[in-house]
């Protein structure tokens, strides 16, 4: 499920907002089946020349009109947000290594349900760590790991680790390891490892809260033509809780076609199948399912869309996955040199199935989730920048105390060097 990266307003990849800030987007069992694309530095630097490091804070001021994501008596808070970060690049010959340490203090004027009274003023603090190496053995031969160690505080919809809910907080630790290789002119392969490991602060919630999960990939690409190949392959996905006899095991078959219909276009389809290894049920056969679209519309936008049908981990503690159809999209959009535009959209309807329940007093339900993210970002020159944003999210479950609405705006000054 989905936890904040511990800065406001940034999802799950904070290059999609056009920030400089970016960072490692989380791997689902779907990511990894997709073809190796070129990772992208962690921050561009603001310099006429080429440096090792890259120093940012950003300072931003907020309006939370549900800063509890409660269902009821919604509590208000002004929020004052600074972010200090910094970034180091160390590129050389065939490889690349960067890595960005990033941490924020968000002054609350209404306490959050963690602090004694939910109506006095409190502070958070957050730390982010994300690193990442890229090295060429050959012009057939690639390998890329990253390391992305973040210490929420804030539920976020854009992740894919976590709750959907403030429920204190808690460290998400997430690896990642992908080699990719062209064996003959027309075969070549991507197999990628993931390790999530996901640690709350309040004791009841670790109990079965606390959880691992093992994601491992293996995908052949055979070249039919020049603009078409054919995938197939497999993934294993494994989940255990710490506190709690849930879980499973999943493993998936998989077939497909990748279509790059233009030098700027490019799609890829995905279907199969899968069988899921219960610890307490007998297991389940469900449906798999992954599309994918990356379109350059020009030299100043870009817009990518993805799909997925697939078995998840769920933060329902009586039950051990869900069954989950995800939807998002990322538009960017420079209207001038600048100023730019950003504009995700995320949609997650998630299934609790009887075969998936735990506990049989609690009935199957439905459960959909969503986000928006846009803003525009005003570019006064290479080393200072303004930004104004809103985020809306929300829950709207079959349980209905779960469910809730909650909208977030903002406005910032960015400094980069």
């Keep these: 499920m989905a936890v904040d990266q511990g800065t406001y307003p940034t999802p799950t990849n904070p290059a999609l907002t056009g920030t400089a800030d970016t960072g490692t987007a989380p791997v689902t069992p779907s990511t990894p089946a997709m073809m190796a ?34 269902h009821t008596d919604p509590v208000t808070s002004y929020e004052t947000q600074l972010s200090p970060s910094v970034l180091v690049d160390f590129p050389s010959g065939d490889s690349d290594f960067s890595a960005r340490y990033t941490f924020d203090l968000t002054y609350y004027s209404a306490g ?11 502070v958070d603090y957050t730390h982010e760590f994300v690193a990442q190496y890229q090295h060429a053995f050959s012009t057939r031969f690639n390998f890329n790991a990253s390391e992305q160690f973040r210490y929420y505080t804030e539920p976020s919809i854009f992740e ?29 392969s991507i ?33 039919l033509a020049p603009k078409i190949g ?12 710490d506190g709690d006899s849930r879980g499973y095991s999943n493993y998936t078959a998989f077939t497909g076609i990748e279509w790059k219909a233009l ?36 030299a100043r936008s870009e817009l990518t869309f993805h799909y997925a049908h697939e078995v998840t981990p769920t933060d329902q503690s009586e039950a051990d996955a869900q069954t989950a159809d ?24 998630s299934n609790i199935a009887a075969s998936f329940i735990t506990n049989s007093s609690l009935k199957s339900y439905d459960e959909n989730d969503y986000g928006i993210d846009t803003g525009l970002t005003y570019h006064y020159t290479s080393y200072l920048s303004f930004d104004l944003g809103l985020v809306v999210t929300g829950v709207s479950s079959g349980m209905e105390s779960l469910s809730y609405a909650r909208d977030e705006a903002s406005v910032g000054v960015r400094g980069t060097y």
């Design 37 to 70: 694309l070129p990772v992208a530095p962690l921050a561009p630097d603001a310099s006429t020349s080429r440096k090792f490091y890259t120093l940012t804070a950003s300072l931003r001021e907020i309006y939370d009109d549900n800063v509890n994501t409660s």
């Design 263 to 298: 030098p700027s276009l490019n799609a890829t389809a995905l279907g199969g199948g899968s069988y899921t290894e219960l610890p307490q049920t007998s297991g389940v056969a469900s449906p798999y399912a992954s599309l994918s679209v990356d379109w350059s519309l020009g």
């Design 112 to 122: 959050t349900e963690s602090s004694s009274n939910n109506k006095k003023s409190s």
């Design 191 to 223: 197999t990628s490892y993931s390790n999530t490991v996901v640690r709350y602060d309040e004791a009841d919630v670790a109990l079965v809260q606390n959880n691992i999960e093992n994601t491992g990939t293996h995908n052949f690409i055979y070249t």
């Design 230 to 241: 054919l995938s197939f392959g497999g993934i294993v996905d494994e989940v255990s809780y």
């Design 160 to 188: 894919s680790t976590g709750t959907l809910y403030r429920n204190g907080g808690y460290i998400s630790n997430i690896l990642n390891g992908s080699l990719s290789a062209q064996w003959t002119p027309l075969l070549g």
């Design 326 to 349: 995800r939807f998002t999209a990322n538009f960017k959009y420079d209207i001038t040199p600048s100023l730019s535009a950003h504009l995700q959209g995320i949609f997650t309807k």
